[in-house]
């Protein structure tokens, strides 16, 4: 991937392995913790230049338990400023398992900077998503997701929607893109609408 020169990753971590493993599990019903934390190990020993977030989100189920990940995350990467945690709250966006997510309290949510703190504490680059100028990956024309069978996609979060399928990788790599659902997806840079461009799914795909 460096080689290619894609620098810049974001990774997903629920916490500690108990809490993690819980919700991040493969088809066998095996948590992923132990595998990802040892993949993060494994990329101190590179000598080069990258950037990963650790992106960690923080449900009422886990709360208590992030200032023990983020001591752990400090004992091994304090001070590398390759390395950085993104804490942030689990959202409901609208999918069939809403109901079920244990979303924090309105008053839990301040407690997200005290965690930023203690990171920042211990030597550990912090990110915050800055609403007034964030724009979207999806709502960008290129960017794409790539998904396990090869079709591309523009939202990491609604997966099964119909506007959310705009291409696909064929054989020998060409690949084929739909470009008008492109252009639904990026419909606030034409627009200037700021809603559309923060989260085009929820302000204008959603609603197609």
């Known amino acids: 991937m460096l080689e290619a020169n894609v620098r810049s990753y974001q990774i997903s971590i629920d916490g500690g392995a108990s809490h993690h493993d819980r919700s991040r599990i493969l088809a066998n019903g ?16 590179v000598n080069d230049h990258f950037v990963i ?8 189920d886990n709360i208590a338990a992030i200032e023990s990940f983020i001591a752990d995350f400090a004992s091994e990467f304090s001070g590398d400023n ?17 109901a079920a997510l244990r979303v924090l309290e309105k008053a839990q949510l301040q407690e997200l900077q005290a965690l930023r703190d203690l990171a920042n504490f211990l ?16 709502a960008k024309p290129n960017s794409m997701v790539v998904r396990a069978d090869g079709s591309l996609a523009k939202c990491t979060v609604a997966l099964s929607s119909e506007w959310n399928r705009v291409g696909h990788i064929q054989r020998g790599g ?35």
């Open 123 to 138: 030597g550990v680059r912090t990110s915050k998503l800055d609403e007034e100028e964030y724009v979207c990956y999806a």
């Open 174 to 208: 060409v690949v084929a893109i739909d470009s008008e659902k492109v252009r639904v997806w990026s419909h606030g840079l034409s627009s200037g609408e700021k809603s559309e461009m923060l989260c085009p799914w929820n302000a204008y795909v959603r609603a197609l």
């Open 53 to 60: 977030n650790t992106r960690v989100h923080v449900d009422r």
């Open 82 to 98: 390759r390395y950085g945690l993104y804490i942030r709250h689990v959202s409901k966006l609208g999918g069939r398992n809403d």
């Open 30 to 45: 095996r948590g992923t913790f132990d595998r990802i934390w040892k993949n993060l190990l494994d990329t101190k020993k």
